[in-house]
């Protein structure tokens, strides 16, 4: 079967009703938990032949997260469903006003490589939950993970409700000349704005999730042994293939010897040995980005790292200093593991360079003051974030997640992701019993006066 034939039959199973009980959503949502749980060995075997990923991280940084955001949906779904009341203004009294929560229709999920399973399956969980069938297309660069992904969950699935599609470029461009009521993608802000523009064709509703580059700062009077530490294990985890990972460190000068020494003690602690790398540590997903990233390191700004294992795509967790705004590795998102540190005599300049730059996706910031904290979250533009940590905040459900500006359009994860996935109808209900003469011909200036005291 192809995609555009499963796309018209997930078209006719969407308009025979039957994705919208309550009962129905939470079976598929069970459903998928179950697969999952009764195939993680296949999920961890494709995923390690892909990147060398250990089932530690997957668990971690992939599963947990899928689990999670299922058990919040399992929980809650009939919660969500429910319609809202809303207050009513005074001009409608004594009407009642609420909004009702309805599917968009039939979606599609087009998928990153960096965390194969949860990039393409929360949105997949948002779009069930929310009553859509839904097409999947997860990233043909982790190619193992998608066929797995395709291989276990085709076969537990009728495809009238979910179906993954493998493909690269050519495939996705395919799906999207379908008149999809829903988009949902992850990945490269130049393919974001592609993806944009076809689904303009249609009006159809997007939500972009994107990258940029994420700053971490600083400041004097932060715990530089936890501030090092977590920064550390944002950045190296998934060997900085993390789209919330610090790009960058923007750290007060006064403090950026004592900063980079830590860095350096906790990178020997959390890998200390090149042997045992191999078991903790990612590889870069294909040669292509690999080569990309050597080129960002320049040997005279290596402060720790700079090394690599090209058979094995691996290239050790790297710290640059000695760096501007102006270096090639400020160009770009780095989305490896390299960690460029640049210093700062004046807050104020580096809160306007971040903010001269497209809107991050993510934003940390290492610090007690909170005056200062108050003041970079209300100057700079970005995604979301975290005080005095990296990366964690996407594990609270009850955070929406998502980009601003250049790094991404709308939100996810639980409510968020249902909401994503959701129209909803404002409805004002009135009573037959009352109404006033106000609103209706012939028009007076005593009219005039009341209508002016009740609006103003
Ligand atoms: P990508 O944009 O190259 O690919 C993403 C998806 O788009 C893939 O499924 C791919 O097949 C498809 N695609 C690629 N080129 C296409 C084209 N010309 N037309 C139509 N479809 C196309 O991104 P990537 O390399 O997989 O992921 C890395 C990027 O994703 C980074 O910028 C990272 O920051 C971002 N990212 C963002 C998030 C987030 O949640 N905001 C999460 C992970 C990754």
């Not at 179950?34 to 075997?45: I, M, P, S, V």
Request: overall charge positive.
């Amino acid at each position: 079967m192809t995609p555009q034939n499963i796309f018209a039959e997930q078209r006719e199973f969407f308009l025979s009703e039957q994705t919208k009980p309550l009962k129905f959503r939470i079976k598929q949502l069970k459903k998928l938990k179950k697969t999952l749980l009764d195939n993680e060995k296949y999920l961890y075997e494709a995923i390690y032949k892909d990147f060398g990923k250990s089932k530690f991280e997957t668990y971690a940084t992939e599963l947990s997260l899928i689990y999670s955001e299922l058990n919040i949906a399992i929980k809650k779904l009939s919660k969500w469903m429910k319609p809202k009341k809303k207050r009513t203004n005074l001009a409608n009294l004594p009407g009642k006003s609420y909004i009702i929560p309805e599917p968009l229709g039939v979606s599609l999920v087009i998928g990153a490589w960096n965390y194969p399973y949860q990039l393409s399956l929360i949105p997949v969980i948002s779009a069930i939950a929310a009553g859509n069938t839904v097409i999947v297309k997860p990233s043909e660069l982790s190619k193992n993970s998608s066929a797995v992904m395709a291989k276990i969950l085709n076969r537990k699935f009728i495809p009238e409700i979910l179906y993954v599609t493998e493909g690269g470029v050519k495939e996705t461009q395919d799906l999207l000349k379908l008149n999809f009521d829903k988009i949902f993608f992850t990945g490269s802000v130049p393919v974001g704005k592609i993806i944009y523009k076809e689904a303009a064709k249609n009006l159809t509703p997007v939500t972009l999730e994107l990258g940029g580059k994420s700053p971490t700062f600083v400041l004097k009077g932060a715990n530089i042994k936890m501030t090092a530490k977590r920064i550390v294990w944002g950045k190296f985890l998934n060997a900085g293939q993390t789209c919330v990972a610090t790009d960058y460190v923007l750290v007060d000068k006064s403090i950026e010897t004592e900063l980079l020494k830590e860095i350096k003690k906790q990178i020997n602690i959390q890998f200390p040995s090149m042997e045992i790398l191999p078991e903790n540590y990612v590889q870069i997903i294909n040669e292509r980005n690999f080569d990309r990233l050597l080129k960002l390191i320049k040997p005279k700004q290596i402060y720790i790292g700079g090394t690599f294992d090209k058979s094995k795509r691996i290239i050790h967790p790297t710290v640059l200093h000695n760096i501007s705004f102006d270096d090639s590795v400020m160009d770009d998102e780095i989305f490896g593991p390299i960690l460029p540190v640049i210093p700062f005599e004046n807050l104020e300049n580096a809160i306007q360079k971040v903010k001269e730059r497209p809107k991050p996706l993510a934003l940390y910031i290492f610090a007690s003051d909170k005056k200062l904290i108050k003041k970079i979250h209300s100057k700079i533009s970005f995604g979301g974030g975290a005080v005095n940590d990296t990366v964690m905040q996407l594990t609270n459900g009850n955070l929406p997640f998502g980009g601003a500006g250049t790094s991404g359009t709308g939100n996810y994860h639980a409510y968020a992701g249902f909401q994503a996935f959701s129209h909803f109808k404002s409805i004002l209900k009135k009573p037959f019993w009352f109404e006033p003469s106000l609103k209706y011909a012939p028009y007076s200036n005593k009219k005039m006066k009341w209508l002016k005291r009740l609006i103003e």
